[in-house]
């Protein structure tokens, strides 16, 4: 198969696995299109959903895999399958994607901002010692270590496909339960989709009958109900998705040592200066991007005017900072009486006031990695980041 430059004929077109979407390499869509069955439960033979999910069980090494529609609906499902009374409390990091806090709220739950270390992840210093239900984000590929002490810790993994922890476990597995995101801009791709995975058994059955519809589910037959079946929704993932993801994790291997070899060499020729610096990833990070940390706001904006004339690929993270989302900052609701938002009652759902922390974000700067540029062509983007920061 032709590369990814080869194919676009640009640089930098589309993020990561979108450059490998190649019709010849789609011999599971094919096969569920020709089977003319795109429901994972009425598929002629194994669907491409279950081949999805031992496959995610054979990577992440864990018991259980279930695949969504997205990963939101991942957030909601591992949150349903703790059990929670409505109004429990569950803590979020300050520095992540309001999908977290939405995903809280649409389960009757109240989040509870938490600052963020240094390096925008949470901070589990912080973390109260009787609390119960935590959601961590790996966020832009950056691993958040986990700390025993609390019952139910979400890895939000949407951002960090391939990542791993210290002690060598990929990231997902570590808590209650994980869950990956396959929209468009993250490392793999299916458009949209969702994956959840578990170590514990009574997440995968809470979580596998709560996605579709409460049922028990017999491959080919219509579903049915045990006695005490509580309700559900349908959030069962298609088999045109599930086929795509597959044709995408033949790549995740190429991809991530793409980004490793593509940080790297940013490392070595975007040299740090006495009014920036680079916040280091650690190994087991999916390096998307090399942090630069400005000392001002105005520096970092002649930066950015600089990269938008040169046409290279940046970002903020300014956008994660939910303090000052409306979401949370107004406690906006669909539900005329507020729901939940009306039990917060006694509840400090902002316990300070992270002025540190929106100083940092208003200060940095992601320089995006580029996986599947050659090394010529990586280090030619590099010297092109090189050069815009060392103009002024």
Request: proline letters at 4%; charged letters at 25%.
């Amino acid at each position: 198969m032709a590369d990814a430059r080869q194919k676009t004929g640009r640089l930098r077109p589309l993020p990561y696995g979108a450059n490998y979407l190649d019709w010849h390499d789609m011999h599971e869509l094919r096969a569920a299109i020709e089977s003319r069955v795109l429901f994972r439960y009425q598929t002629p033979e194994m669907s491409q959903a279950s081949k999805l999910e031992d496959l995610a069980k054979g990577l992440f090494g864990v018991r259980h895999a279930l695949a969504l529609q997205n990963c939101t609906q991942g957030l909601r499902v591992a949150l349903v399958a703790t059990q929670p009374s409505v109004g429990d409390v569950v803590y979020v990091p300050a520095v992540t994607f309001v999908a977290v806090v939405g995903a809280v709220l649409s389960c009757g739950l109240i989040p509870v901002l938490l600052d963020v270390d240094d390096h925008f992840r949470f901070d589990f210093s912080r973390l109260p010692a009787d609390a119960e239900r935590a959601i961590v984000a790996h966020m832009e590929g950056a691993v958040n270590p986990i700390r025993a002490g609390c019952k139910y810790v979400i890895e939000d993994a949407a951002q960090a496909l391939g990542a791993h922890h210290q002690d060598g476990r990929m990231v997902g597995a570590c808590g209650y339960a994980g869950v990956f995101s396959f929209h468009h801009n993250k490392v793999l791709t299916s458009g949209e989709g969702g994956l959840l995975i578990t170590n514990s058994d009574r997440c995968y059955e809470l979580s596998r009958a709560y996605h579709d519809h409460g049922a028990t589910r017999v491959h080919g037959a219509y579903p049915t109900w045990k006695a005490e079946t509580f309700f559900g929704e349908n959030l069962v993932a298609s088999e045109a998705t599930a086929a795509i993801q597959l044709q995408q994790f033949r790549w995740l291997d190429d991809i991530l040592a793409g980004l490793e070899r593509g940080y790297a060499v940013m490392r070595e020729l975007v040299p740090e200066r006495g009014f920036f610096s680079v916040i280091d990833r650690g190994p087991g990070d999916v390096k998307v991007s090399l942090r630069v940390l400005f000392e001002s706001t105005e520096h970092r904006q002649r930066a950015m005017d600089g990269l938008r004339q040169r046409q290279l690929p940046h970002w903020t993270l300014d956008k994660y900072f939910l303090p000052d989302h409306p979401v949370f900052r107004d406690r906006q609701s669909i539900y005329s009486d507020g729901f939940p938002w009306n039990l917060v009652g006694s509840i400090d759902t902002a316990p300070c006031d992270y002025s540190d922390t929106r100083d940092r974000l208003s200060r940095l700067l992601c320089l995006s990695v580029s996986p599947e540029l050659t090394l010529d062509e990586q280090a030619a983007e590099a010297e092109a980041f090189g050069t815009v920061l060392k103009s002024f």
